[in-house]
């Protein structure tokens, strides 16, 4: 859900060049007891580092962890950036100044080389606990290297001062043939986008508008990928196969463009944050979005107290979302290994305690159960139905995705946004692109 700079990027495309020559050394060295890291706390404590609102969540199960173990466990905030290319960097060196690592999905594959093995803590118990996507997003090359922390999906939001307004449910329904509901498939989705693309002041000018473009980001896209029931979005990572340019993604660029006109111009541009701005200013009467913003409504927002949630909508392969994951892993380079995995373990049996913090983001199932039917966790069935649709699936665990998403993907959707683009060819390209990185 952040941008990434240059820099950063040119930081995953050094890590990953170098990651098979250094994993030797750091594989050595995470052997037998204690290794060549040096730990911050000095053995006093542990050390995390973590991205942002990620302390945040950590915050409330340190806080216990230190009262029932006696264990000061320090957390490091960084930004997203700044947190990438530390653990990059350390584990390069093979002297990691943490003991574990909060790690964003996509950077699994690539710091894989330098990351102990979890499979001991990944019970059947565990794995039941958790959704099938961030099982098989844990694991690389059939190692298990990071415990879901937090996870999270893009949802339906949307106005229900607009959709249960007496005048516009009777008149939908006149229109469309069946009543005004929070769209579940793409044809509906496209229904209510379309009548809620209005002039409401009565001056010529579109005001509202059913629904937001992102072309600035990709995620959305890939959800719409496999809502049209692609199982390989981009590309299948076990054989190395480029798929972007059959049948699945093109339906689903097709039907991405096809919101164009029932959404704000400048869709190019559009990025998470533009695409929540537009919302809480009461623009959109609806927008796909990761589902911790139910919780982030500014209390100026002219809609704060008329935001519905609901699944994700669903295409011809049904409701998909795409998980956007954190991870706790450990460094196998590092002195508390065992320490490490005995926090992370604590931290997975008490991950319901994340559920009260400004995020509010759970990993485990149970977590999210134990808030139902309590007020402020509305958007908590619709991420469980969402993360346990079928189509749901994590992005492809290739080393080189970001480059994929910076280099190939965004530019793509870019385009696509365009008047005239032709979308067959762009994913053509796209192709050719990407097998260019992987190769």
């Known amino acids: 859900m952040k941008l990434r700079n240059q820099a950063t990027r040119r930081g995953r495309r050094a890590f990953i060049a170098i990651a098979a020559v250094t994993v030797a050394g750091i594989a050595l060295s995470g052997c037998g007891a204690g ?9 006093a404590g542990l050390t995390v580092v973590v991205e942002g609102g990620g302390k945040a969540e950590l915050q409330p199960i340190a806080d216990l962890y230190k009262e029932e173990t006696g264990t000061e466990v320090t957390l490091v905030e960084l930004p997203y950036a700044g947190l990438y290319d530390r653990i990059s960097s350390e584990l390069q060196a093979g002297k990691p100044s943490f003991d574990i690592a909060a790690l964003d999905a996509i950077w699994l594959p690539a710091f894989a080389p330098g990351l102990a093995p979890l499979d001991d803590l990944f019970t059947d118990d565990v794995e039941s606990d958790l959704f099938g996507g961030l099982v098989s997003e844990s694991k690389v090359d059939d190692t298990f290297v990071g415990m879901p922390v937090w996870t999270n999906s893009e949802i339906l939001f949307y106005r229900t001062d607009l959709f249960e307004d007496p005048a516009n449910m009777a008149a939908f329904e006149a229109e469309y043939g069946y009543p005004l509901a929070a769209p579940t498939t793409w044809e509906q989705y496209q229904d209510v986008a379309e009548f809620f693309t209005q002039d409401t002041d009565g001056d010529g000018a579109i005001d509202l508008y059913g629904t937001d473009v992102k072309g600035a980001v990709e995620t959305e896209w890939l959800a719409t990928v496999s809502q049209a029931g692609e199982e390989n979005m981009v590309l299948n990572a076990d054989s190395g196969e480029v798929t972007i340019d059959d049948a699945a993604h093109k ?14 111009s400048g869709a190019a541009q559009l990025d998470w ?10 623009k959109l009467a609806m927008m796909r979005f990761w589902g911790h913003a139910y919780r982030q409504t500014p209390d100026d927002s002219p809609v704060k107290e008329d935001i519905g949630v609901a699944p994700m909508i669903g295409g ?3 409701v998909a979302g795409v998980p956007g994951a954190w991870y706790l892993s450990v460094p196998a380079s590092g002195d508390n290994q065992d320490a490490a995995k005995d926090f992370i373990s604590f931290a997975y049996e008490h991950n319901d305690l994340a559920a009260d913090t400004s995020l509010g983001l759970v990993a485990r199932k149970s977590a999210f159960e134990s808030k139902e039917g309590e007020a402020g966790f509305e958007n908590y069935p619709a991420l469980v139905t969402t993360l346990e649709a079928p189509q749901s699936l994590p992005r492809p665990a290739t080393p080189q995705w970001q480059e994929i998403v910076d280099s190939v993907l965004v530019p793509m959707i870019q385009k696509a946004v365009e008047p005239g683009a032709d979308t067959a060819q762009l994913l053509s390209d796209a192709q050719s692109q990407i097998e260019s990185i992987v190769q």
């Open 35 to 43: 290794g060549t890291g040096t730990s911050a706390t000095d053995g």
């Open 251 to 264: 339906e689903a660029l097709d039907y991405y463009v096809s919101l164009l006109p029932f959404a704000p």
């Open 273 to 282: 944050a533009g695409a929540q701005n537009l919302f809480y200013q009461g």
């Open 316 to 318: 011809p392969g049904g």
